[in-house]
């Protein structure tokens, strides 16, 4: 039988906030109850703030799921870093124009500080999920026109460019050790960088 009990924010815990939401969401009929029979207990929270810790909670799960991908240590995390920072980004945008008084407030200081990250990411991070077969050049394509819109023509060129100067330096490492008559026939920078397909990751 698994109990959940009601968790306390951590500083050194980049999770723990949602954590202890979550709990306390999670047993809100609970607090409701003990202070209609304990007059002692006078700071359950209103409706109102009950609605407000429900918005913020749905928010923070994002950062939640997007922190728990990146710790782990049992499959590689790589391929997972681009998906999940567009995520995040996607997030901070919807919450900017959608969001209430608080939650607009909140979220513009935090996109502030994201978009100067978000200028200097790693493009190798967006190889990497371009790599991985479940994601191939098809994500990039649909994440950099969410994105950027009218202008992710060019940021998709850019990002072929270096794909394929990547791909130049591989064929270099490769000829040097011996191994390029061993590359599958199907692999050229054409195909690299195209963006319909990926064979490096064909079966």
């Known amino acids: 039988m698994c109990i959940l009990k009601v968790r306390q924010d951590v500083p050194t815990r980049l999770n723990s906030t949602f954590v202890m939401l979550e709990s306390a969401l999670y047993y809100k009929k609970v607090f409701n109850h003990l202070e209609v029979i304990n007059g002692n207990f006078i700071h359950c ?13 749905g928010f923070l799960k994002v950062f939640y799921e997007v922190t728990c991908a990146f710790s782990g240590s049992k499959y590689p995390t790589s391929n997972l870093y681009f998906p999940n920072i567009v995520r995040v980004r996607i997030s901070l945008k919807e919450e900017m124009e959608k969001g209430d008084g608080l939650m607009r407030s ?4 935090m996109f502030t500080k994201f978009e100067k990250y978000w200028a200097e ?10 790599l991985d077969r479940q994601y191939k050049f098809q994500f990039a394509e649909w994440a950099f026109k969410k994105i950027y819109g009218a202008d992710h ?3 998709l060129s850019l990002l072929k460019d270096k794909m394929s100067c990547l791909f130049d330096e591989y064929l270099k490492g490769a000829k040097g050790s011996g191994l390029a008559t061993n590359l599958p026939s199907s692999i050229s920078k054409a195909s690299i960088v195209r963006g319909s397909s990926n064979p490096w990751m064909e079966v």
Not at 106 to 109: A, I, K, L, Y
């Open 153 to 155: 023509v060019i940021e």
């Open 121 to 130: 990411f790693s493009t190798i991070m967006a190889i990497a999920t371009i």
């Open 106 to 109: 909140t979220t513009t200081r």
């Open 45 to 57: 929270l209103r409706h109102d703030e009950w609605s407000k810790i429900e918005k913020l909670c």
